[in-house]
């Protein structure tokens, strides 16, 4: 039964994706998502051809971060599917662009999702690309596994926060991506600092020492620091614009350093 035949490499020989970055955290909430759209973003203002596939499928905030949270993936021939395309260029895949409503649950087991991302990669007609940026999985549990197991990734950015906690399992993260001899970009900072607006001194929130430790401990390369500020915090509830320029302007050297690494 041809309905029932899925699509997979065969049926998708088109797709030539030249690298593929994974963006990592140990732990939810420490901004790995909002540093995916915003890397991706940078690299298409470039003029690279880029994709963002989002495997975080329990909390897929890439739609949202791209602006086409109301748009919906369509149905390709052969069982494969067509991604969505940002106002940027982007091509983008995600849980939330084939559900009805973006605010029900996925209540699935590991292997289901894990299945999911797998066919974000094999199924999806992603065509020529320079960079696909795979918004990773939180955590470092079975799913995170399987697709670095599946997917080709060529190297992974680690975001992470100057907290004593999240430098540990931080760390948990980097070491499982070593165990699987994936090799790890470098490591971006995310609420390293706040710019006080009277004087414009930066002012460290945390505890300050933690990533510098964290760096020379596990020898990572740090791709830059980020503020905490409402113009980073923007762009997930979608009101961040094209042409803001503090925030394009935080991504410059990140995206220097990270092509320069890869
Ligand atoms: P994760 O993907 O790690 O779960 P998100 O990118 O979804 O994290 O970010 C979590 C929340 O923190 C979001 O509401 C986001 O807008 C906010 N956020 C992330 N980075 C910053 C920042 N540097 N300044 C202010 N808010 C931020």
Same mark, same amino acid.
């Given at each position: 039964?041809?309905?029932?035949? @899925?699509?997979?490499?065969?049926?998708?020989? +088109?797709?030539?994706?030249?690298?593929?970055?994974?963006?990592?955290?140990?732990?939810? *909430?420490? *901004?790995?998502s909002?540093?995916?759209?915003?890397?991706?973003?940078?690299?298409?203002?470039?003029?690279?051809?880029?994709?963002v596939l989002d495997a975080d499928i329990t909390g897929p905030s890439i739609p949202r971060l791209l602006g086409v949270k109301d748009a919906k993936a369509m149905g390709a021939?052969?069982n494969c599917i067509y991604p969505v395309q940002s106002?940027?260029?982007?091509k983008v895949m995600s849980l939330n662009l084939l559900l009805e409503d973006e605010n029900q649950p996925v209540i699935w087991r590991g292997?289901m999702i894990s299945n999911t991302v797998k066919q974000f990669?094999?199924d999806v007609?992603?065509?020529? +690309?320079?960079? %696909?940026?795979?918004d990773?999985p939180?955590?470092?549990?079975?799913v995170?596994?399987?697709?670095?197991?599946?997917?080709?990734?060529?190297?992974?950015?680690?975001?992470?926060?100057?907290?004593?906690?999240?430098?540990?399992?931080?760390?948990?993260?980097?070491?499982?991506?070593?165990?699987?001899?994936?090799?790890?970009?470098?490591?971006?900072?995310?609420? @390293?600092?706040?710019?006080?607006?009277?004087? *414009?001194?930066?002012?460290?929130?945390?505890?300050?020492?933690?990533? @510098?430790? +964290? +760096?020379?401990?596990?020898?990572?390369?740090?791709?830059?620091?980020?503020?905490?500020?409402?113009? %980073? *915090?923007?762009?997930s509830?979608g009101?961040?614009?094209?042409?803001?320029?503090?925030?394009?302007? %935080?991504?410059?050297?990140?995206?220097?350093?990270?092509?320069? @690494?890869?």
């Open positions: 039964n041809k309905d029932q035949q @899925s699509c997979g490499i065969q049926n998708n020989p +088109l797709n030539n994706i030249k690298k593929i970055i994974g963006v990592m955290s140990g732990k939810g *909430g420490v *901004g790995k909002t540093v995916s759209a915003l890397i991706a973003r940078n690299l298409a203002k470039q003029g690279y051809k880029v994709g021939p052969n106002a940027d260029g982007i292997a990669y094999t007609i992603w065509g020529e +690309l320079d960079y %696909l940026l795979i990773m939180p955590g470092t549990g079975d995170a596994l399987t697709v670095m197991q599946s997917i080709p990734i060529n190297g992974i950015v680690m975001v992470s926060v100057p907290q004593d906690m999240v430098s540990m399992i931080v760390a948990k993260a980097v070491n499982m991506v070593k165990k699987l001899d994936i090799e790890i970009i470098g490591l971006v900072e995310n609420m @390293s600092y706040i710019v006080c607006p009277d004087c *414009g001194k930066k002012i460290q929130i945390f505890n300050g020492n933690d990533t @510098s430790k +964290l +760096l020379d401990d596990l020898q990572l390369n740090l791709l830059g620091t980020l503020p905490m500020n409402a113009g %980073l *915090g923007n762009v509830v009101v961040y614009k094209d042409g803001d320029e503090e925030v394009e302007g %935080l991504f410059n050297p990140i995206v220097i350093n990270l092509l320069n @690494s890869l």
